[in-house]
């Protein structure tokens, strides 16, 4: 068998784009400038306009530029750093927590949510929804999974629904004691109930931080958060010097 000369390998003409591109955003556009339409970009760098998707797209991704409803392609201000280490070792809504609660229903559970806190499928448990803000701009959007036997304290007509259950959930999942935590970060596309709260396009690239709480020996609770991958830097504080960034 012979061998693959990747230094060889001719290099996408989407990517050549996305460098000269990038290099115009640093010369002739300021942040937050709407950016021409595809037809006129694409007629300015002599390229398909299929092409020119794929190049911004990339862009997208690595933070450069953000697709806003109702305004367009803007070139995108610097990453806003965001710390989800778990140093902080606390329950959600504890201390200095940066989430704003939204709501909160009684519903089941997604498959994969339900193995996580080893339930049955489709076993309802309580989602918290929360919204995370900084410096003045959502950056993540949170759905949080609790088993009933996690509150079992919680008296249903004290927390009928909306920010008030969410709140009575949170209070009562802070009478346990917190064993720990862990968290894994994989990349995404914004579901479209994630895009409308971030103002974001559905099925635009975002990074989903799924969160363990553990108490007594299981899972208490679950958190998916979906953050905004053109505006995010994701930052593990003292737990591991590792960060998402462009």
Same mark, same amino acid.
């Given at each position: 068998m012979g061998t693959t000369q990747l230094e060889a390998a001719p290099e996408p003409k989407y990517w050549?784009?996305?460098?000269?591109?990038?290099?115009?955003?640093?010369?002739?556009?300021?942040?937050?400038e709407i950016l021409p339409n595809e037809r006129?970009?694409?007629?300015?760098?002599?390229?398909?306009?299929?092409?020119?998707?794929?190049?911004?797209e990339q862009l997208e991704l690595e933070?450069?530029?953000?697709?806003?409803?109702?305004?367009?392609?803007?070139?995108?201000?610097?990453?806003v750093g965001v710390?989800?280490?778990?140093?902080?070792?606390?329950?959600?809504?504890?201390?200095?927590?940066?989430?704003?609660s939204v709501d909160s229903a009684a519903d089941k559970a997604p498959a994969a949510v339900a193995r996580l806190l080893d339930i049955e499928p489709g076993e309802h448990v309580h989602i918290v929804?929360?919204?995370?803000?900084?410096?003045?701009?959502?950056? +993540?959007? #949170? =759905?949080?999974?609790? &088993?009933?036997?996690? /509150?079992?304290g919680l008296i249903e007509t004290d927390a009928a629904a909306g920010t008030a259950r969410a709140r009575a959930v949170l209070r009562e999942l802070q009478q346990l004691a917190l064993d720990g935590q862990d968290r894994s970060?994989?990349?995404?596309?914004?579901?479209?109930?994630? +895009?409308? #709260? =971030?103002?974001?396009? &559905?099925?635009?690239? /975002?990074l989903v931080v799924t969160t363990r709480y553990l108490s007594g020996g299981r899972t208490a609770a679950v958190s998916v958060a979906t953050y905004r991958?053109?505006?995010?830097?994701l930052t593990f504080g003292d737990s591991g010097d590792l960060a998402i960034a462009s």
């Open positions: 050549h784009l996305k460098t000269v591109i990038g290099e115009a955003l640093d010369s002739d556009f300021a942040v937050g006129e970009l694409a007629a300015r760098f002599g390229v398909a306009r299929a092409t020119l998707r794929q190049a911004l933070g450069r530029l953000q697709r806003r409803r109702g305004v367009g392609t803007t070139v995108a201000p610097p990453r710390d989800v280490s778990t140093t902080q070792h606390s329950w959600p809504g504890v201390g200095e927590d940066t989430w704003q929804r929360r919204l995370r803000v900084t410096e003045g701009q959502p950056v +993540a959007a #949170e =759905l949080l999974y609790v &088993p009933s036997g996690s /509150v079992p970060v994989e990349l995404g596309s914004a579901r479209a109930d994630d +895009a409308k #709260e =971030l103002d974001r396009l &559905p099925g635009a690239p /975002v991958a053109d505006t995010c830097r």
